[in-house]
T-cell receptor
């Protein structure tokens, strides 16, 4: 009963390093999302995808790239990490755009 | 600019009593609202929703009320249980568009 799985769960990076966060869902959902959660702020949408091969920008897309090569996977990339990207990242999926989203357990990312 | 606001960062309630969590929004075009519950080290899980054509929706111990004129919604939990201790997020959208989330309210239910 996996649902939405995020890897890794924790990561520490140095400024300027790159990395990719992986999100996998086994519910055959069309829509997938990447959010970040920062203290004192709600979840903010970074990028989303409405189906395999598609991506679109959310509220806070700068500094991130995404890819959805397979329906079940949604990757979030940081090309050159900055301390401002220290956050908890959540991936989510839904069967349709305005349906409740299923979330992964998050990735805590620290950039020094 | 925060379009969805939860002005109470925390709330403590005795077990068995009612918990009322509040949420305000600024965009009058929002027509679909959800509440999520989040335990530490886990992702948010969907709790209950309401569309703007209703002013109330119930699911067991959880009831969401929507006051469109005041741009306000609230989540009532009756009776509150210790297992309800979590962070609660409200979210709003214009149907078919992205959700905007509040900052969350941490509920502690005291046994």
């Amino acid at each position: 009963n996996a649902g939405v799985t995020q890897t890794p769960k924790f990561r520490v990076l140095k400024t300027g390093q790159s990395m990719t966060l992986l999100c996998a869902q086994d519910m055959n959902h069309e829509y997938m999302y990447w959010y970040r959660q920062d203290p004192g702020m709600g979840l903010r949408l970074i990028h989303y995808s409405v189906g395999e091969g598609t991506t679109a920008k959310g509220e806070v897309p700068d500094g991130y790239n995404v890819s959805r090569l397979k329906k079940q996977n949604f990757l979030l990339g940081l090309e050159s990490a900055a301390p401002s990207q220290t956050s908890v990242y959540f991936c989510a999926s839904s069967s349709w755009r305005d349906q409740p989203q299923h979330f992964g357990d998050g990735t805590r990312l620290s950039i020094l | 600019d925060q379009q969805v606001k939860q002005n109470s960062p925390s709330l403590s309630v005795q077990e068995g009593r009612i918990s009322i969590l509040n949420c305000d929004y600024t965009n009058s075009m929002f027509d679909y609202f959800l509440w999520y519950k989040k335990y530490p080290a886990e992702g948010p899980t969907f709790l209950i929703s309401i569309s703007s054509i209703k002013d109330k929706n119930e699911d067991g111990r959880f009831t969401v009320f929507l006051n469109k004129s005041a741009k306000h919604l609230s989540l009532h939990i009756v009776p509150s249980q210790p297992g309800d201790s979590a962070v609660y997020f409200c979210a709003a959208s214009i149907t078919g568009n992205q959700f905007y989330f509040g900052t969350g309210t941490s509920l502690t239910v005291i046994p």
